[in-house]
Structures are given as C-alpha cells and as structure tokens.
C-alpha cells in the first residue's frame, strides 16, 4: 500500500557542514549567541487541531497556506489534500509523545484510519515553528502525504 511507501520517504537526512575554511582552530563553537527565546513544545491535542483545521474544506485556503511549510508554492496542495481525505474516508491523529528534535522543529508520529480502518504503521510527522508562535506542517511530512493520497503538486518535486 502506498503508506508503507510514504514511511520510507519521510526519513531525514542532515549533512555536517563543511569545515570554515580559515586557518584557527580554537574551540569557539559554544558562543554562539541566541536570539530568541525557545518555542515551546506544541502538544498532540494542539497538533490534532492544527491537522483538523487544515484538512476541512470550510478552512479558508489562506489559513491553510500558514499551516504547512512551502505551500506558498501550492496554495491549493492543503485542500487538495483535504479533498482526496474526504474521499476516501481517512482521517489523522497526531499520537504522543511530541518529541523536540533540538534542532527547532518537533516530531510525532501520525495514525492514519481509512474507512474506519486502523491502518498499521504510523506515519513520521515534523512539525516546524511558524508565525506568532504557531507551527506548522513540514514540507516534507506534507509531500509524504501527498505520495499517499497519490497526488502531485509543484510544492513536491518528483
């Protein structure tokens, strides 16, 4: 089935950037200056929201547009998504625990039901910071979904 497909893909990967290209070699990494005040952990009823709210069609498309990350390059992808979930009776539950991932975003795992199906795997899910304190769906958790309701978008490349 395609969810099976989309749990590969959601694995992320991150690079160690290269090395400074200067001649130091002292240790002053840990100066680095924070700017802002850490956000606080979103909860799974506050995420559960945030996925219920964009998945209804009565959710203005422009509402949608600030809970998903990139979907400025598909203002619609949000609804369509939506859509394709009315259609085949598939709803989201953001499960517990909300873990931070120390890198400013958050992961929790979602449970997919389909015609009243518990479907068996979860599905990884990254949540990242968005305006005046929000967050939002990350990009790719949101192109993971799009793959399983076998959609395509501009947003997503192939």
């Given at each position: 089935m395609a969810i099976a497909t989309?749990?590969?893909?959601s694995a992320c990967g991150s690079d160690d950037p290269a090395p400074p290209s200067g001649t130091t070699t002292t240790a002053s990494?840990?100066?680095?200056p924070e700017t802002s005040a850490p956000l606080e952990?979103?909860?799974?009823?506050?995420?559960?929201?945030?996925?219920?709210?964009?998945l209804n069609p009565a959710t203005p498309v422009e509402e949608k547009i600030a809970m998903v990350e990139g979907s400025e390059q598909d203002p619609n992808l949000f609804s369509q998504v939506a859509?394709?979930?009315?259609?085949?009776?598939?709803?989201?539950?953001?499960?517990?625990?909300?873990?931070?991932?120390?890198?400013?975003?958050a992961s929790a795992q979602l449970q997919l039901t389909i015609n009243g199906?518990?479907?068996q795997n979860n599905l990884p899910a990254t949540?990242?910071?968005?305006?005046?304190?929000?967050?939002r769906l990350s990009k790719a958790t949101?192109?993971?979904?799009?793959?399983?309701?076998q959609l395509t978008s501009p947003a997503c490349p192939a």
């Open positions: 989309a749990l590969t893909m990494a840990t100066t680095t952990l979103p909860t799974a009823a506050e995420l559960n929201q945030l996925m219920e709210r964009g859509a394709a979930a009315q259609q085949s009776g598939a709803q989201v539950q953001v499960l517990d625990p909300v873990i931070d991932n120390g890198d400013g975003s199906q518990v479907q949540f990242v910071p968005g305006e005046n304190g929000t967050w949101a192109c993971s979904i799009v793959a399983i309701a």
